[in-house]
């Protein structure tokens, strides 16, 4: 019951839950049904004279829920004449509690208390009865029985209000309602809209009224009925709550004024004087808590002016008593500084002047902006026209903290594991983190005031204790999996420091101090707390024994341990009692326990509670105690290492001498993990005879705990590391590191993402702020030269710190090193940053100096140094310095606190000084200023917080005042940013975050975020301007969720214009207006969710940057209503200063020197595992930069993983002189989508394999190749005239994609343009083939426009959901349509003069849907869209109103394909089906159906007529236009002809979709045969390239194939064979010509991976990857022989060659060769007729010693050279890469041929000395092995791993990966 879909637009309670049939509902007492005459129904009665006995509840127990969401509650109701009644609601709020909401006559004033709200309630009577007369005159005790003449009420409680204004929650839903006696009641209701019960639907619908948004009338069920000729109101009381009365104050509930009555107050208007507003003392002290404001300030008689009562809500302004001001002045001052003066106290009543409309301030005839930023609720007052929305800052929150670096604060002994060791919990200061081992993303618990001191998760993982310290020390129960506060437990001690779960979660165990100091133990019932029940006191006891450590035992709820100074004691709870007693140390007892834990497991012949209990102390002793019979077992003790005369460490061992301190002890069912002082986690078996693995830490190891599985060990280190320990792996990973102190300051490096922080434990260290894991820290050795500020360069990787003794240091972070080394202060450095260009450096002193840098020079030499110029102090650091944005002006406080200073940013000279004591002259005390800061795209803004808790804007240029904000924070501001929009302002005060509107334009202009426990020190926006950084505690990571630029306020739809990059040759800055900024307003996204880490100031391709979307719901808007949004200039609505254009200068990079003064200790990115017991284990910190998420949708393409790069430097011959002429490719890229090309008219086929696409006729079968990709390529596009084919292909790592232009006629490359980082996941032409588009994939989601004349980019749109397709409209060609994660993007082109401009409309899927990719989309002729999901779904969208009009379910699987001709749809998915669908009835419900948006029938509406089941998803599809026929491509690689006529359905291309692993001609070269890692062996025609027959083994991967000798040589192709090796060791041969398998052989026990037939065809030559080498007979199976020569590594060749009788002293008619992976070659004679087979030859080629990295490694190949007899060609891994000629004869190498790359392929030609190489680099190598002369041929996707010349030397076939490319030789 918790979604809210089914609950819109209203829920009728009784009748949900049938309240009359009392299954759903439960009754009590008096509860009885009666037909009531005024209501002419039957009704409910409750009468009783005790209400908690008479009563319904809904629902029938308290353990269930409502669920209901409604924000507002309707009661139709009649109170008991002369009785009192009662309404219980519990109401559940966000935060996990349930509030009561009670309301009665009963109750005589309001109270509240933190979960329980009693609101007095005032009946109504009729009007013009003795009553109501009473009650307009009464001032107190108005509430009491009800009247007798008491009315029928419909009573509307807004529940979010309530919770929202009173206790500060958030509404979350209705759990139950209780109505107890005395009443009648008729119904209720919940909805989110505000219902009007005095109009009915009817009458609605008969006056064709226009109601305000989120209003409705009553719904018929629950009006009450009204004769005609009469009133609602007259008859029935409205009671809306909060109410609009004005007899009593807001908290309690009465009957408003009426419609009729208010507008009697708004039609007499009367002027009166002004005069103070003051509250009687009756009415005050029924006001409530939240609602007490002090009396107002008496108004002054100067101020005093006449009022005009109104019944609009003006904003409050402010007069000076002055010389009064023209209209047109005060026209100008109200457009350009809008005045809210607020002075947060007393009771607010808005009016408005009758003269003036705004009045202002003046401050030396200048006008002044002046906002009180603290914003009370202010009564409101009776109005006919509805209360205007305030305007607030969107989104909301516009903050979402993301990340945090730190760990610990009150304690670094609290972590838990989660879920089975997938998750770890743990504190830092007040907020609880939960982080996923795995992936590093981080939860978190937000809700403590203070830093948590204890933490206890349950086994179950879903319960999480936390306790706080602090005079005010709470424990918070949380549901762990949803993140939400269950309940808050007070405990009344001051501090908290340990708790423990019992092993069912239902018992809480907690230690602290109360107010006494002594130690107080606390155990509670959580037993029902996850269900809403509430936690109960089992027991309590306080002691003087000193408690470390307490834990419950794990086999009994009731029973408890601990430990403490001179004790361990054991604990039971029974009766209610807790009671202990201590265990018998003896001399022990005078020892400092630690930790303690149980020994885990469990045998049959021993009882629960009979184990063994370690505790382990401050001395290094264990203890090991029996807990049946509490007495010491056994004493073991922890000694520092023994140092042997080789000054190596010894093993430790327990005996007598000074111990190691074990802080921490953890035991599992198989070791025990300790702990201790010496930095080291050791494992040791349960006897701790010897460990078993160790861990050094940098700092003591303060906590252990093993997983539940035993398999990890968490360790935390007292210097803030928190890590794990591998059991299995032994490998060692640090989860979070983090600052011990205070983090003073920080910078960011927005190009590397990359923060350096400098704190007071006098270190500063670099992170990354993607992984927060830490890459250096710098240290410092002393104290008094400890760094307390920091600054990055804004380009280069380099960063300045300043310290406390006045030294200013410069380093080099990728070297380590120190750049230069500066002291010009005497005191702390409290100053210090780069300016924006990187030209200079700043730093300021405590004592008063300012020093200037030259940052362009590697040394940084001093410039200027001035003397008493900053203001004296450390208060003001570490950000007392600020550049403005263009590098111009330098500001700061000085030389005194009173004083601002700005100086030339070159020279310091001193430009001007404000005054800023002087500006508020009304003030009795002197402001001193605190910070400054320039706004980044309002140059002559300064910014000023002052100790007045003020913000000042001053104008840098003449120093006016034009802008004051008072009441910032409650306390001083220590921080402010600026965003680079200019359109946000970001402070920090105390422990909270506010982000404000920069213009306070505003009626809400803040927003405030909590979470730090401790002061902040400096906030600021990232370089991206996607997230904030605020640091103080710890490092906290927001993400900022403000869209680059707001739709305007009067906007209904979300539509915008983008504006046409530069053309081509003119540059950025003459294609921008010269007195334009160009701001980064312009860069585009919907929303942005995170920060992506590319920093703003990087120049886009095209050189202009995005227009700003912000688009909503295409359900808000009407039709034809948009507003457009084009990128401009940058401008200040503040200040009419000239803007100055900003010109970036390029920085130099410094060179490196050494100097020592910081110990740097440099965080890898990647550590090592441990290598030995004893070993040091090291760091492993993971630095890979977060992605992007890719979607849920096969139809997203996303390249195939590829670990080879192509090789840019590659030698291509000239076109005509290539010596290899691609003449086939065989396969299609059942990877790309929509990939494929069908033209019934012109016969087009064009389909493409790897990065080539082809061009096919399929009548010849000839192929025409275009070669222009280097990467796979994703998608095709043709334009309507079949002229002119796009083709798309990712750009690699380093470039981006590439969209490449043909001629079809010729086959040329027209055109190439890149602009997408990524892949392009969809192409598409309009109608008119003006124009064409392409989307980027899921990492920019960017759709770009671009023009087919000129091929230049016309406009681009990014969005922030991933993008799948794109199509034109055929019947516009301005219309096109896009789809996306949970939306349809409607465009439309708009043409300026050579430009054009795309406005984008969003249209959400419906509601029904739920969350859902649209995958794809197409059109049909009238003006209809079809688009599929994910989910299977087709929804039907109406063009012109964008509305979806029908959906039916149309897969099981998800669609990625859709076609739509006439009223034929065919619908594609991963289901392998194709469907044939009419859709004839479609355009006729559109007509009838054009405003609904209900789900209608399928069957009613769509027909299934067809359907096949091919042999993979569909990707792409292709069919004429009557939808008979057609062509369908699916991932596996083929491409089927489909006849919907005959039903039928015809492989046209096949290849396979895994990877490739053997090619090779049939020895008379009229087949070849391919085998793959899907364990299919395929032969081919030739010259077809045909698919004849295809061997499919499943389960199976076929490792090498080749082919049988013939068996008569008359004729070649009878009775040949094919055999294939495959990885489960067998062997089997087919017969080619009956398609049969006719031979199975097992000759090995592991994976073939050679396989060749001997060159008479006697034998079959195998090798095994377990380097065994056997000889079978192809006949029969037998296996004849078995060499064991190379055993141990891999064969990776095996080739047989004819040889003469006694040739080189062996007996034999045929030599054959085995090569190994360890690069031996061993040659044989053989005679397998005589059965005879000897050793010519055993060759081991020298290599360096191999990496670590052996897989990476080249492999060993040889082969016997056709053309040279009795010679071998070798390459492999060598010390230089070459191919090797070696001759048998003369056992010697003959020469060698140098290669540009390792090879991993190699075959020779029989025609010449010719050979081919296949390599790494994607590059196939053609060379004249006798010149060295070689071409290189890059048309392959990804590394050539196979390449095989057919036995005439004439054909050379390669394979990359699944890709089959067939060349024709011609020769070099």
């Known amino acids: 019951m918790s979604s809210r879909a089914w609950q819109h637009p209203y829920v009728n309670v009784f009748k949900h839950l049938k309240v009359d049939e009392w299954r759903k509902a439960s009754k009590e007492g008096d509860v009885t049904t009666y037909m009531d005459k005024t209501l002419k129904c039957s009704v409910f009665r409750i009468r009783g004279s005790i209400p908690a006995s008479n009563f319904i509840l809904l629902p029938r127990t308290s353990s269930q829920s409502l669920g209901f969401t409604g924000r507002y509650l309707y009661l139709l109701f009649r109170p008991g004449p002369n009785k009192y009644f009662v309404v219980h609601l519990d109401v559940a709020a966000e935060e996990g509690q349930v509030i009561r909401i009670s309301f009665s006559n009963l109750f005589k004033e309001f109270k509240s208390t933190a979960t329980w709200l009693q609101f007095p309630f005032q009946c109504g009577a009729a009007p013009g009865s003795v009553y109501e007369s009473t009650t307009k005159t009464a001032k107190h005790g108005l509430v009491g029985p009800a009247p007798v003449c008491v009315r029928w009420t419909c009573l509307m409680m807004d529940l979010r209000y309530v919770l929202s204004v009173y206790l500060n929650k958030t509404h979350s839903h209705l759990k139950s309602i209780k109505l107890c006696a005395n009443m009648a009641i008729k119904n209720i209701m919940t909805s989110d809209l505000l219902l009007d019960p005095g109009l009915s639907f009817s009458e609605f619908r008969q006056a064709g009224m226009v109601l305000p948004e989120g209003t409705a009338p009553m719904p018929r069920e629950m009006c009450f009925p009204v004769p005609k000729g009469s009133s609602w109101h007259q008859l029935y009381d409205y009671i809306r709550f909060p109410s609009d009365g004005v007899k009593l104050p807001f908290d309690s509930i009465q009957k408003g004024l009426n419609p009729r009555e208010e507008a009697v107050v708004d039609e007499s208007p009367h002027r009166e004087e002004s005069r103070s507003v003051n509250i009687s003392r009756p009415v005050q002290d029924r006001v409530s808590l939240i609602q007490q404001i002090t009396t107002p300030k008496p108004v002054s008689r100067a101020k005093q002016r006449s009022l005009l009562l109104t019944s609009s809500l003006p904003e409050l302004t402010s007069s000076h008593s002055g010389d009064r001001e023209s209209p047109s002045q005060r026209s100008q001052a109200f457009e350009e500084d809008r005045v809210v003066c607020d002075d947060g106290e007393g009771v607010h009543v808005f009016a408005h002047y009758k003269d003036d409309d705004v009045s202002t301030h003046l401050t030396n005839s200048e006008e002044v902006a002046v906002v009180n930023a603290a914003v009370p609720r202010p009564l409101s007052l009776p109005s006919a026209k509805p209360a205007k929305q305030q305007q607030k800052l969107h989104p909301d929150p516009i903050l979402k903290l993301s990340r945090i670096i730190g760990f610990g604060g009150a304690t670094m002994r609290c972590a838990v594991w989660a879920n089975d060791g997938e998750e770890v919990v743990y504190p830092c200061h007040a907020i609880i983190v939960s982080m996923k081992i795995s992936s590093g993303q981080q939860r978190f618990f937000i809700g403590h005031t203070d830093k948590v001191s204890a933490l206890a998760l349950n086994a179950r993982s879903s319960l999480l204790a936390s306790a706080q310290m602090g005079t005010h020390c709470l424990v918070r129960l949380w549901s762990y999996s949803k993140g939400q506060c269950l309940t808050m437990i007070k405990t009344h001690a001051h501090s908290l420091n340990t708790l423990s779960f019992s092993y069912s979660g239902g018992v809480l165990c907690g230690v602290g101090k109360d107010s006494h100091n002594k130690t107080m133990v606390v155990v509670w019932n959580t037993q029902r707390v996850d269900k809403g029940g509430v936690v109960t006191v089992m027991a309590k006891a306080h002691t003087d024994v000193d408690i470390q450590t307490m834990k419950i035992a794990f086999f009994d709820d009731t029973r408890m341990v601990s430990c403490g ?237 300043g310290s406390s003794s006045g030294t200013v240091r410069v380093f080099d972070i990728p070297t380590s090193s120190l750049l230069a080394q500066h002291r010009q202060h005497r005191g702390a450095v409290v100053g210090l940053v780069f300016s924006p260009d990187g030209e200079h450096l700043y730093s300021a002193g405590s004592l008063g100096y300012l020093a200037l840098y030259n940052a362009s020079q ?91 808790n003020k913000i000042l804007w001053i104008n840098r240029n003449t120093g006016r005042l034009l802008r004051e904000v008072s009441e910032v924070h409650k306390h001083q501001c220590a921080s402010l940013a600026v965003s680079e929009d200019g359109r946000y302002l970001l402070t920090a005060g105390h422990n909270a975050v506010k982000v404000w509107d920069y213009h306070m334009k505003l009626d809400v202009n803040s927003q405030v975020f909590i979470g730090h426990s401790e002061p902040i020190t400096q906030v600021s926006f990232t370089p991206d301007q996607m997230g904030v950084v605020s640091v103080g505690d710890a490092i906290f990571f927001w993400d900022f969720l403000a869209h680059p630029q707001e739709v305007p306020a009067c906007s209904l739809s979300s539509s915008a214009l983008v504006s046409s990059p530069p053309r081509a040759g003119k540059s950025m800055d003459d294609s921008l207006p010269k007195a334009a900024v160009p701001t980064e307003q312009a860069k585009v996204e919907f929303n942005r969710m995170s920060s992506n880490g590319v920093p703003r100031k990087a120049a886009p391709r095209p050189s202009s940057s995005l227009p700003i979307l912000d688009v909503s719901s295409i359900d808000k808007i009407g039709p034809g209503d948009s507003s457009h949004l084009s990128r401009g200039g940058g401008g200040d609505d503040d200040d009419d200063d000239d803007v100055e254009e900003l010109q970036p200068v390029p920085a130099h990079s410094p060179a490196s020197r050494h100097a020592s003064f910081l110990r740097v200790t440099e965080r890898a990115a990647a550590g090592s595992s441990v290598d030995s017991l004893a070993n040091q284990i090291r760091v492993e910190e993971n630095g890979e930069d977060l992605k992007p998420v890719r979607p849920d949708c096969y139809k997203h393409f996303t390249p195939r993983y590829k670990m080879s790069v192509l090789d840019t430097s590659a030698a291509t011959p000239p076109p005509g002189q290539e010596g290899l002429s691609l003449k086939a490719v065989v396969g299609y890229n059942g990877n790309g989508r929509s990939n494929m090309i069908w033209n019934p008219d012109t016969g087009l086929f064009v389909y493409s394999c790897g990065c080539v696409v082809v061009a096919e006729n399929l009548h010849s079968g000839s192929q025409r190749h275009w070669l222009g990709h280097s990467e796979e390529i994703s998608t095709l596009a043709v334009t309507h005239d079949a002229q002119i084919v796009a083709s798309a292909s990712g750009g690699g790592a380093l470039s981006k994609s590439l969209i490449c232009i043909w001629n079809i006629q010729d086959g040329s490359r027209r055109n190439s343009v890149s602009y997408h980082k990524g892949s392009v996941q969809s192409l598409a032409f309009s109608r008119d083939d003006l124009y064409f588009l392409s989307v980027g994939d899921f990492e920019e989601s960017v759709v770009a426009l671009w023009c087919t004349r000129s091929f230049e980019l016309l406009c681009a749109v990014s969005v922030s959901v991933p993008l799948h397709e794109a199509a034109f409209c055929p019947s516009s060609a301005d219309q096109l349509t896009f789809t996306g994660s949970n939306a349809v993007f409607f465009c439309y082109i708009r043409t300026r003069g050579r430009g054009a401009e795309l406005e984008v409309q969003k249209v959400a899927v419906p509601e029904r849907i739920g969350e859902a990719e649209v995958s794809c989309l197409c059109y049909n002729t009238n003006s209809v869209l079809f688009t599929g999901t994910n989910g299977g779904l087709v929804c039907v969208w109406d063009c ?41 009835a479609v355009q006729s419900l559109r007509s009838s159906n054009s405003n609904a948006t209900v789900q209608q029938d399928r069957d009613a509406q769509v027909f299934l007529e067809q359907e096949m089941l091919l042999d993979g998803t569909v990707v792409s599809v292709a069919f004429d236009d009557v939808m008979d026929m057609g062509i369908v491509g699916t991932t596996a690689g083929t491409l089927w002809y489909i006849n919907w006529a005959d039903n039928t359905s015809i492989r046209l291309i096949s290849g396979h979709k895994s990877k490739v692993n053997g090619v090779v001609c049939s020895p008379d070269e009229r087949h070849f045969v391919t085998c793959g890692l899907d364990g299919s062996v395929r032969v081919w025609a030739l010259p077809s390239n045909e698919l004849l027959v295809q061997f499919q083994v499943l389960n199976q991967s076929c490792e090498c194939v080749c082919w049988s000798r013939p068996v008569d040589e008359r004729e070649p192709g009878a009775g040949v064979c094919v055999a294939g090796g495959y990885s489960d060791g067998s062997v089997r041969i087919f017969s080619v010509e009956s398609a049969e398998m006719e031979l199975k052989l ?87 007729a005589k059965d005879k087979c000897e050793l010519l030859d055993w060759l081991t080629f020298p290599a360096p010693s191999s990496p670590k990295d052996t897989a990476n490694l080249p492999p060993s190949m040889a082969a016997f050279s056709p053309t040279e007899r009795g010679v071998l060609v070798y390459t492999g891994y060598a010390a230089e890469k070459e191919l090797t000629f070696y001759c048998l004869k003369k056992k010697r190498v003959l020469r060698t041929v140098s290669l540009t790359d390792w090879a991993l392929s190699l075959s020779l030609s029989s025609k010449g000395r010719l050979l081919a190489t296949g390599s790494n680099q994607r590059v196939l190598k053609l060379i004249d092995s006798s010149s060295g002369r070689f071409q290189d041929f890059t048309w392959h996707s990804d590394a050539v791993h196979l390449c095989s010349f057919s036995p005439s030397g004439t054909q050379l076939f390669t394979t990359a990966h699944s890709e089959v490319f067939l060349w024709t030789l011609r020769g070099l």
């Open 565 to 801: 100074v001179g004790n361990v004691r054991l604990w039971r709870v029974r009766g209610g009692c807790l009671r202990s007693c201590p265990v018998n140390l003896g001399q022990y007892h005078n020892l400092e326990f630690t930790d303690l834990a149980f020994e885990q497991g469990h045998t049959p012949d021993r009882q629960l509670d009979d184990r063994t209990l370690f505790a382990s102390s401050k001395s290094g002793h264990i203890l090991d105690i029996d807990y049946v019979s509490v007495g010491i077992k056994n004493v073991r003790r922890l000694l520092p290492a023994q140092q042997s005369h080789s000054q190596r460490r010894e093993k430790q061992t327990f005996s007598t001498g000074p111990g190691i301190a074990v802080n921490s002890v953890s035991v599992c069912g198989s070791f025990c993990a300790t702990g201790s002082e010496d930095g080291f986690l050791r494992l040791w078996p349960l006897d701790f005879s010897s460990v078993l693995l160790e861990a050094e830490h940098e700092g003591p190891v303060c906590f252990v705990t093993v997983s539940s599985d035993g398999l990890s060990v968490l360790a935390a280190t007292s210097t803030g590391n928190l890590g794990y320990l591998d059991v299995s792996s032994r490998g060692y990973r640090t989860l979070m590191r983090s600052h011990t102190a205070t983090v003073l300051g920080f910078s960011v490096d927005g190009i590397r993402r990359q923060i350096t922080t400098a704190s007071r434990d006098c270190t500063v260290r670099v992170w990354a702020m993607d992984s927060t894991q830490q890459l250096y820290d710098f240290v410092s050795d002393e104290d008094d030269d400890a760094p307390c500020s920091v600054a990055f360069h804004p380009s280069l990787p380099v960063f300045a710190c």
């Open 858 to 948: 590697p040394e940084y030499h001093v410039l200027r140094v001035l003397g008493n110029v900053v203001a004296r102090g450390t208060d003001r650091g570490p950000d007392a310095l600020a550049v403005s944005s263009d590098s111009c002006c330098l500001a700061f406080v000085g030389p005194t606190e009173f004083t601002v200073t700005i100086m030339d940013a070159h020279s310091l000279d001193e430009l001007l000084r404000v005054d800023v004591s002087v500006l508020d002259v009304e003030s009795t005390t002197l402001d001193t200023a605190l910070k400054v800061c320039f706004s980044p795209s309002s140059l002559s803004h300064l910014l000023i917080t002052t100790s007045a």
């Open 1440 to 1480: 012109n109103t964008h509305c979806c009009f029908m959906t039916w379910e149309a897969d099981e699987g998800e669609i990625g394909v859709l076609l739509c001709r006439g009223n034929k749809l065919v619908t594609g998915s991963n289901s392998k089906k194709l469907r044939l669908w009419s859709v004839a």
């Open 1642 to 1728: 097992q000759p090995h026990r592991s994976s073939v991976c050679v396989l060749q037939y001997s060159h008479h065809g006697q034998v079959l030559l195998s090798g095994g990857r377990d380097g065994v080498l056997t000889v079978s007979s192809p006949f029969t199976g037998i296996t004849l022989r078995i060499i064991s020569d190379h055993k141990g590594v891999p064969i990776t060749t095996i080739q047989c060659t004819s040889k003469q009788y006694k040739e080189f002293g062996l007996e034999g008619n045929e030599l054959w060769l085995a090569v190994s992976a360890d690069r031996r070659v061993s040659i044989w004679a053989a005679d397998w």
